[in-house]
């Protein structure tokens, strides 16, 4: 079991920078890969960035350069740093894990726990 709790998000210029954190806890919360995704009004939910369990880290095309994520693996918490963000950018943003190696195999057979989101607004 795994238990994720986003915090960070809010409203930002475009432009600007934000950065989001996901807490993780419960019993197998150090051994799952994870990742950030995220869903706009009207839009399916995407992936963002992923961390696989050996440090491994993935970035959709649309984010990459701009956003970067990591893991303070003493506090068990992710990171997503977001740079340079634009209107395309404002979703609800969400921490998933996997109890799978690698976020691509995660994303392959469905992550298995999931943050109950945070909220990301861009304005100009």
């Known amino acids: 079991q795994v238990h994720l709790v986003e915090s960070g998000g809010g409203s930002v210029q475009a432009g600007g920078s934000l950065r989001l954190s996901c807490e993780a806890s419960?019993?197998?919360?150090?051994?799952?890969?994870m990742g950030w995704f995220r869903q706009a009004p009207g839009k399916e939910r995407e992936w963002v960035a992923g961390?696989?369990?050996?440090?491994?880290?993935t970035y959709a095309d649309s984010v990459k350069e701009r956003f970067a994520i990591s893991k303070d693996a003493a506090k068990n918490i992710l990171y997503l740093q977001m740079e340079r963000l634009k209107s395309d950018d404002a979703a609800m943003y969400y921490c998933?894990?996997?109890?799978?190696?690698?976020?691509?195999?995660?994303?392959?057979?469905?992550?298995?726990?999931w943050g109950k989101g945070t909220l990301v607004t861009i304005f100009s």
């Open positions: 998933a894990a996997a109890m799978m190696r690698t976020v691509r195999a995660g994303r392959a057979y469905g992550m298995d726990y």
């Open positions: 419960g019993p197998h919360a150090r051994s799952v890969s």
């Open positions: 961390l696989d369990v050996d440090g491994v880290t």
